[in-house]
């Protein structure tokens, strides 16, 4: 895997995530971070470990498209199966070997909710930062 500096947008997501898990410290009982240098903490670990998911995924789903033989197909979408829950239990992992007690983001279902989140306000504020052409008006 090629190492890639960071960009001003991943610097944007970092902040998105801030504000999100911030919002959802607040306002979930479940969910715990006893600082808001935990909070960013856990936001650049987030944005740390949704990247490599969303790059394993992006691989598996162009090997889906691509592979010729059935079985291939057939092992591919298996392992994008396992991708999907397993991503929400890394994240649980991480965030509990790291941070232990001090960081709580709730059960499987409560992260699932939260990378959900996180990924649609990523999309949405990346898209209010596009630059616009002409075309656009």
Known sequence: MSRRRPTALDLVDVFVYVVILGLTVQFLP???????????LTAVLLKAVLEVVLALKTRVIRSIRSADAPLRR???IATLVLIL???K???LWLVDVVFGDAVRLGGFFAVTGLIVVLMLARAGVRRVLAPRTPADG
Do not use: M, N, R
């Not at 006893?34 to 909070?39: N, R, Y």
């Open 85 to 87: 829950p397993g991503s």
């Open 30 to 40: 479940g969910v715990l971070s006893e600082s808001f240098v935990l909070t960013l």
């Open 89 to 91: 239990l890394l994240v």
């Open 74 to 76: 057939v092992a591919a």
